[in-house]
């Protein structure tokens, strides 16, 4: 099975400043990776997908980058709404697997 | 709108079993592959199960393979999971979600399942 290595787990910061997760594969899986957000009483919600690719909808400030083993989602400009969780997603391969998971919390 | 709806969840026995059901709007059912997604209280995500557009594949991690089956009525815009010989590690939100190729464009909100005696 691919493992799914996220970090970090939980990152604090203020509403303006840019942050950045990231995700590593246990073997390469091309750019086959997705990044999902979701918040308290709301259904998970797909952010990128193909490694970089915005989901209609997502806001620019979200971008995603990496291809084979190593990826990151950068959020340029937090604002209130940004805050919670975040997991990577690979489909190289079944099984599907996730990474583990980022809580983002306002400092 | 896309709208994933679960029910059927709750609380079970060990070596019980039990269905979810996921009730589908605001798209062509039929045209999509489906999915279920859990997820055990303070854990991360796991996948459970595809199911190709017509039914006739279907998909499971080792983890449920030969306990769990997933299946879909088109007619209805409805997909089902039977869990039988339930067990404590089961215990989760279970979510239905909408597959493009293998990721997941639309879940549902999720549905609790408790394996207890």
């Known amino acids: 099975d691919v493992q799914m290595t996220q970090s970090p787990s939980y990152l604090a910061a203020s509403p303006g400043e840019s942050v950045s997760i990231s995700c590593k594969a246990s073997?390469?899986?091309?750019?086959?990776l997705a990044w999902y957000q979701q918040k308290p009483g709301e259904a998970y919600k797909l952010l990128i997908y193909s490694g970089s690719t915005l989901q209609s909808g997502t806001p620019s400030r979200f971008s995603g980058s990496g291809s084979g083993t190593d990826f990151t989602l950068t959020i340029r400009s937090l604002e209130p709404e940004d805050f919670g969780l975040y997991y990577c997603?690979?489909?190289?391969?079944?099984?599907?697997?996730f990474g583990s998971g980022t809580k983002l919390e306002i400092k | 709108e896309v709208q994933l709806v679960e029910s059927g969840g709750g609380l079970v026995q060990p070596g019980r079993s039990l269905k979810l059901s996921c009730a589908a709007s605001?798209?062509?059912?039929?045209?999509?592959?489906m999915a279920w997604v859990r997820q055990a209280p303070k854990k991360g995500l796991e996948w459970v199960a595809t199911?190709?557009?017509?039914?006739?594949?279907?998909y499971y991690p080792d983890s449920v393979k030969g306990r769990f089956t997933i299946s879909r009525d088109n007619a209805k815009s409805s997909l089902y999971l039977q869990m039988n010989s339930l067990k404590s590690e089961d215990t989760a939100t279970y979510y239905c979600a909408r597959l493009q190729r293998d990721y997941f464009d639309y879940w549902g909100q999720g549905v609790m399942v408790t394996v207890s005696s």
């Open positions: 073997k390469s899986i091309s750019n086959y």
């Open positions: 199911i190709s557009t017509s039914g006739s594949r279907t």
């Open positions: 997603q690979q489909y190289y391969e079944k099984p599907l697997t």
């Open positions: 605001g798209f062509t059912f039929s045209n999509y592959y």
